[in-house]
């Protein structure tokens, strides 16, 4: 019969069947390089911190996605909404109430917490195209708020007058990005362990599972509402912290916090730096953005096209992005030098 | 036997337009039951699948679980109160592994499919009672491998185990066998006849041996009605049933 396993392998036990799902979580050698260098750019390049931390704050952003499309299989058209619903929460606050760096933090996770979890009661209804567009009507909802709002939000012309004291009353945000990096790498890194957390417990399998075959789950007696919402809340309260890191070490927010342009771009890095395994967004977010910054010197105007270029082939291949690419070469030499 | 019905509909209807698909059935499945539903294609059975799964809410009629009306109850609430069903094609997680789905479905039993705290490789309980579940399937060491790699008569077995994971009351089997060989097909019936008692189980199956050989009693449904319904023998000597379904020379 079917029941013998396959000569050379071993059979099942209670043990490799639990030893399956310690394997699923254990840290990846990518991971912890990615973690590794992270940290290590601080003493190589002392002089770009301001930019290694906005593409750090753009990699919390593309995981928040991850989280939604890379495991749920929930794609986002208007994920913006809610990394400017952050930024500006913290802008505002700090602008006009309270500048502690901590507190804007909070409060920007907390109110895009809030949207998310609202927009998530019409999201989780829908299905497919659907769902899309509504993601999207969000985001252009929100950016023009933002952009008619102009007392609040400064519209067009952009946030500016924050008064962000120093972090724990002692570390004051200095020219040269070192506070700033340090504090964002700090929150990013422990964000970056909750979310593994979470992908790797019983709802991280339930969104797997909503990902693989969303029409098997009731009948698993799982009606998917829940997880989805939940999911999308703490997608957009993510976000919305990544906001506020960038409103926070920029102390400036521009009204394209909340365009469509990032909401796109985000999507792009995912996929770029491969979707599903957390790393893939952080990893893609800082290819996305060194590439970005080579392909406008070489051509400004014509940059898209090679992103353009660059996502097809990525998808036509289904290569899993960068850490796809990066997995099997290893694999493959290891296996070479095994040999 | 009335006392002990888990399921029952009682003048269920369902229309597509004119298209009368379920007419005004009224069935009755006991406790512990192994029923099978036959009919000819576009008979309805399919149909009479979802509409008790709750996959499509029926125009008219009632019905109802361990006596309570569920009519308007959704899937998952069905399946929590132990009425679960099998795909006719394989509805399953290509890339978990069985093992995984099976830890999936245990879990939401447990209540822990909303909580991103807990380690999924710290739930003990749930991933050896996937395993055992798996193991009693013979699954071996093809638990652990992606869902989409395994043989496709691996993949209807798994089908079968999913269900069994939500510890059914009810199970509502839609041609379990659909597609495999008649070797691994009797494996597969072999498997259902050994599950416990207490689970009443009602299968729709082509195949007129398996039929006869497993079933101890047949509801025949011809255009979306019941048009008779007894114990093998019975049926096999209906002069309707011989004529709309099993005549024209088909050994039976």
Known sequence: MVAVPAPGSAAATTQTARALFVRRAAWRWEEIAFWVLAAASYFIFPGHLVLITQAMITGLFVVSLDLMFGYAGIPSFGHAAFFGIGAYTAGILARDWWGDPLVGLVAGALVAGLAGAICSQIVARLHGIAMLMVTLGIGLICYEIANKWNSMTGGDDGLQGMQITPLLGRFTFDIDGKVGFIYSFIVIFILYLAARRLVNSPFGLALKGIRENVRRMPALGIGVRAQLALAFTISAALAGVAGALLAETTQYIALEVLGFDRSISVQIALVMGGMGNLIGGMIGAIAYTVLRDQLSLINPAYWDFWVGLILVVIVMTGTGGITGILRRTVDRVAARIKR | ?252
Do not use: W
């Open chain 2, 1 to 252: 036997m009335t006392a002990d019905i888990v399921l029952e509909t009682e003048g269920l209807n369902r229309s597509f337009g004119a298209l009368r698909v379920t007419q005004d059935v009224s069935f009755k499945l006991p406790r512990g039951a192994r029923f099978a539903l036959i009919g000819p294609n576009g008979a309805g059975k399919s149909t009479f699948i979802n509409l008790l799964t709750g996959a499509l809410m029926p125009s008219s009629g009632r019905i109802r679980l361990h006596g309570e009306d569920i009519t308007r109850v959704p899937s998952q609430d069905r399946v929590r109160r132990g009425l679960v069903r099998t795909f006719q094609i394989n509805t399953l997680f290509p890339h978990l592994t069985p093992l995984e789905a099976t830890v999936l479905a245990i879990a939401q039993r447990h209540g822990l499919c909303v909580n991103p705290f807990k380690r999924l490789s710290g739930c003990h309980a749930e991933i050896d009672e996937a395993h055992e579940l798996l193991d009693k399937f013979t699954f071996g060491a093809d638990g652990e491998r992606p869902t989409h790699e395994l043989a496709y008569g691996r993949q209807r077995l798994l089908e079968i185990v999913l269900a069994l994971a939500a510890q059914p009351k009810v199970l509502l089997l839609d041609e379990p066998a659909a597609g495999v060989p008649q070797q691994e097909s009797a494996e597969i019936f072999e498997a259902l006849a050994a599950l416990p008692d207490d689970i009443a189980v009602l299968f729709i199956e082509h195949d007129m041996d398996v039929v006869f050989r497993f079933a101890q009693r047949i509801t025949v449904l011809v255009a979306g009605q019941i048009l008779c319904e007894g114990t093998p023998e019975e049926i096999a000597d209906h002069p309707q049933v011989r004529e709309v379904y099993l005549g024209d020379g088909e050994d039976v």
